[in-house]
């Protein structure tokens, strides 16, 4: 058992190791573990309801059981309230022939994770073509929708209390634009079941990338629920992964994808030979276990909380 600050930073990381490799299993809590440290960290960065879900119930205490159950009840109504923007856009501009496509939180809730209620979502990302901005706002428009920013690459709205960014890029960032062609993504959109919204999503090969870029490109590595999404993304055995990483290097982002699912693999203490996305994979530079060392480093210094009084 470990001992200090860093023994429930530990015992969270495992927990979301066990998460991603079998979803399916429970959990006993060790002895000695500080729930009132372990509380606000998993709720800080929005992992409580996985622990929920694999913590087993009797070891949990009364007070840390209902600050979970709030943190899942909060997240199963923004999710609700996510699906149904989400849902009502695409019915939009599917009718007026603009394809959309979700991006990340909405899109993995539904597909990646065992219940949509498991991952907790701040706004909706959708993209659109580059140059479907105009019909994209007038076609909202019609409907009663205005947009409440225009940003350079991204219209943002509110739809039922949710925070919509319909993207026109893929990634922010300009220097992580050039690869991208947000035309062949939209095209290559996937029809998610559902039981009540209607939702496109990436095929998980390309989403894949796309995460491996937005958590790098645009979060610095430094978000743990991305981490797991890595995990889970790269541990789908039903995708062509040799042909997913030609696609990434003929984009030219084989080493950055490969870097950031290669670091989610080592935060999370995940072999990479049982992840399927990384057996196909390019080989790591040398420099790589340093780099890994360091961006954990980062990220563990701003994993903790204030402690709860």
Same mark, same amino acid.
């Given at each position: 058992?470990?001992?200090?600050?860093?023994?429930?930073? $530990?015992?969270?990381?495992?927990?979301?190791?066990?998460?991603?490799?079998?979803?399916?299993?429970?959990?006993?809590?060790?002895? *000695?573990?500080?729930?009132? &440290?372990?509380?606000?960290?998993?709720?800080?960065?929005?992992?409580?309801?996985?622990?929920?879900? @694999?913590?087993?119930?009797? *070891?949990?205490?009364?007070?840390?059981? &209902?600050?979970?159950?709030?943190?899942?009840?909060?997240?199963?109504?923004?999710g609700l309230r996510a699906s149904r923007a989400a849902g009502d856009i695409f019915g939009l501009l599917d009718a007026a022939g603009v394809p959309a496509v979700a991006m990340r939180g909405v899109a993995l809730a539904h597909s #990646?994770?065992?219940? =949509?209620?498991?991952?907790?979502?701040?706004?909706?990302? #959708?993209?659109? @073509?580059?140059?479907?901005?105009?019909?994209?706002?007038?076609?909202?428009?019609?409907?009663?929708? &205005?947009?409440?920013?225009?940003?350079?690459?991204?219209? +943002? /709205? !509110?739809?039922?209390?949710?925070?919509?960014?319909?993207?026109?890029?893929?990634?922010?960032?300009?220097? /992580?634009?050039? *690869?991208?062609?947000?035309?062949? #993504?939209?095209?290559? &959109?996937?029809?998610?079941?559902?039981?009540?919204?209607?939702? /496109?999503?990436?095929?998980?090969? +390309?989403?894949? @990338?796309?995460?491996?870029?937005?958590?790098?490109?645009?979060?610095?590595?430094?978000?743990?629920?991305?981490?797991?999404?890595?995990?889970? $993304?790269? !541990?789908?055995?039903?995708?062509?992964?040799?042909?997913?990483?030609?696609?990434?290097?003929?984009?030219?982002?084989?080493?950055?994808?490969?870097?950031?699912?290669?670091?989610? $693999?080592?935060?999370?203490?995940?072999?990479?030979?049982?992840?399927?996305?990384?057996?196909?994979?390019?080989?790591? =530079?040398?420099?790589? =276990?340093?780099?890994?060392?360091?961006?954990?480093?980062?990220?563990?210094?701003?994993?903790? =909380?204030?402690?709860?009084?």
């Amino acid at each position: 058992m470990l001992d200090g600050p860093d023994h429930e930073l $530990a015992f969270l990381r495992d927990v979301l190791s066990r998460f991603v490799t079998d979803s399916g299993r429970e959990i006993e809590a060790p002895p *000695g573990l500080d729930w009132r &440290r372990l509380d606000p960290l998993a709720c800080h960065h929005r992992v409580a309801p996985i622990l929920h879900r @694999c913590l087993s119930g009797a *070891g949990t205490p009364p007070s840390v059981r &209902r600050s979970w159950e709030g943190f899942c009840d909060r997240t199963r109504i923004q999710g609700l309230r996510a699906s149904r923007a989400a849902g009502d856009i695409f019915g939009l501009l599917d009718a007026a022939g603009v394809p959309a496509v979700a991006m990340r939180g909405v899109a993995l809730a539904h597909s #990646l994770y065992p219940s =949509p209620d498991l991952r907790p979502m701040q706004d909706v990302d #959708l993209l659109v @073509c580059p140059d479907a901005g105009q019909r994209v706002e007038a076609t909202l428009a019609a409907a009663g929708f &205005r947009p409440e920013k225009r940003l350079r690459s991204q219209l +943002v /709205y !509110r739809v039922h209390g949710v925070l919509v960014e319909i993207h026109l890029r893929a990634m922010t960032p300009k220097r /992580y634009q050039a *690869g991208i062609a947000e035309g062949d #993504l939209v095209a290559g &959109r996937v029809r998610e079941a559902t039981s009540e919204e209607l939702l /496109y999503r990436l095929p998980f090969g +390309v989403e894949t @990338c796309c995460l491996a870029l937005h958590a790098f490109g645009s979060h610095g590595l430094r978000g743990i629920l991305q981490l797991v999404d890595m995990g889970l $993304a790269a !541990r789908r055995p039903d995708v062509d992964w040799r042909a997913t990483w030609a696609w990434i290097a003929a984009r030219r982002w084989d080493r950055l994808a490969r870097f950031s699912v290669g670091f989610a $693999a080592h935060w999370l203490s995940i072999s990479e030979a049982a992840l399927p996305a990384l057996r196909d994979a390019p080989r790591l =530079p040398l420099w790589a =276990p340093a780099a890994f060392s360091a961006f954990a480093r980062r990220l563990e210094g701003r994993a903790r =909380p204030i402690d709860r009084a």
